[in-house]
């Protein structure tokens, strides 16, 4: 993968994971530990796996720690190997952070090939030596005839033993005068050079959430990671408690310290502030698994999932109206039940083809329409002939799980008389939508008594 905003410490562009001149190593694995809030357990579950792991036999080491002066995360970080971090002087102070090239020299030792590609003295870095693994068989003969290319021999081998480095808040930006701003950049370096990372984050630095956190909370969140961070890792993980617990930890010293506890309590810490974070931590994560889940049917259409079906994470609430005096009922009690799901509503229309609307009918499908976007959902109008299947087709597009309709009547979804002989050997609108839809709640709704069953 190319990450353009890398540079090496001269100012080259470092775009680790475009390029392929020699045979390159997978792109390391990235698991990501997401909470609500600091105090959730995020660091302490990350270094209790990579205990679980090194017990297993993996090489695990600490590549940045942050305790924030909590005890238990500081013991519980004893036995793993820590990379001491690097120091930058700015004047009288001393600042440290995250040593990448002692990580990517730590993880890769093992392989001398690596250390005969970048040896003392040579000007070749290690991240160089990196950049150039990766360059494409396509490059230019000048790029291998040049002074870096006649220095990195191949073959490159790498360690066999898996590697893994914690990293923790991927949020972090860098001190200044480091090779790159942000933490997570550093991270994407490790991630190209074949090493698996788990890595820390609280959900109020996704990027696309600033603004909604900022009006839930009142604070904006400075340090922020792209949406696309979230949207490559290999597997995400929700480290969650109640915000009754998380508040009960800030109490007890266990996050904060005494001065700041109080403080907390009446802005950030709040326990709707809490709950709301907590939701939008669950949600992003079911939304990422919903969009691999896409994605992985979309890369493989023939593939079998469980029972055939689509994946839906989230609800969707479809209404189907018709010409029928009621279908106004039928919104109204479709947008209250898209509320109360928290979820996206939509309306169907389904025209015959064969059947022009009276004009009483056109106004009474534009009542519908005007009053589904006035409860903020979608109007969809689509034309066929046959109505099952339409509702099938639109539920399957939109990944629909739960639909409305009104109780079968002697009119067709579009409006044309049916006999009750018609309706025995074609079967009712009900009975077809029962066959055709699966894991999808259907709601009938009476005409009158307006009495829900499923």
């Known amino acids: 993968m190319s990450d353009k905003s890398n540079s090496g410490s001269a100012g080259t562009p470092l775009n680790s994971g475009s390029y392929s001149l020699y045979p390159a190593r997978r792109r390391g694995k990235h ?144 001190v200044p005068g480091s090779p790159r701003e942000k933490r997570y950049q550093d991270v994407e370096v490790v991630l190209a050079a074949g090493i698996d990372v788990y890595s820390t984050m609280n959900v109020q630095h996704l990027e696309s959430l600033n603004d909604l956190v900022a009006r839930i909370t009142g604070v904006v969140v400075r340090e922020r990671v792209p949406d696309r961070i979230l949207d490559e890792a290999d597997e995400i993980v929700v480290v969650d408690v109640t915000p009754e617990t998380l508040q009960e930890r800030l109490l007890e010293g266990k996050i904060y310290a005494p001065q700041k506890i109080q403080q907390s309590l009446d802005n950030f810490f709040q326990r709707r502030n809490l709950i709301a974070l907590r939701e939008l931590a669950l949600r992003e994560v079911a939304d990422n698994v919903e969009e691999n889940a896409i994605a992985l049917r979309a890369r493989f259409p023939n593939a079998s999932t469980a029972n055939g079906q689509f994946c839906n994470i989230h609800e969707r609430v479809l209404v189907c109206v018709s010409t029928y005096p009621n279908s106004v009922q039928l919104l109204r009690r479709g947008a209250r039940l898209a509320n109360y799901m928290n979820a996206p509503l939509y309306t169907l229309f389904v025209a015959d083809p064969e059947r022009f609307l009276t004009k009483e009918e056109s106004l009474h499908i534009h009542t519908c329409e005007k009053l589904c976007k006035e409860f903020e959902g979608s109007f969809i109008r689509v034309t066929n002939s046959n109505v099952a299947n339409a509702i099938a087709q639109v539920a399957e597009k939109y990944r629909i799980t739960q639909i409305v309709i009104g109780e079968s009547q002697r009119t067709s979804f579009g409006g044309a008389l049916l006999t009750r002989w018609q309706m025995f050997l074609k079967g009712s609108l009900t009975q077809k939508l029962v066959r055709l839809l699966k894991n999808i709640d259907l709601h009938i709704i009476a005409s009158e008594k307006m009495v829900s069953r499923k």
């Open 31 to 174: 698991k990501i530990f997401i909470g609500m809030a600091p105090g959730v357990g995020k660091t302490y579950r990350m270094l209790e796996e990579g205990h679980a792991l090194k017990h297993e036999g993996l090489d695990v080491v600490v590549g940045l720690l942050e305790t924030h002066g909590r005890k238990d995360t500081a013991d519980k970080a004893e036995g793993l190997e820590i990379v001491p971090r690097k120091e930058y002087s700015r004047g009288e102070l001393t600042l440290t952070d995250m040593d990448t090239d002692a990580i990517l020299k730590r993880c890769l030792a093992t392989s001398p090939s690596l250390r005969e590609a970048a040896p003392t003295g040579s000007g070749v870095t290690l991240e160089d030596s990196l950049t150039l693994r990766y360059r494409n068989r396509r490059e230019p003969p000048s790029l291998l005839a040049s002074p870096l290319g006649r220095r990195l021999r191949p073959p490159h081998r790498f360690a066999s033993t898996p590697q893994l480095v914690l990293i923790d808040e991927l949020a972090h930006t860098n």
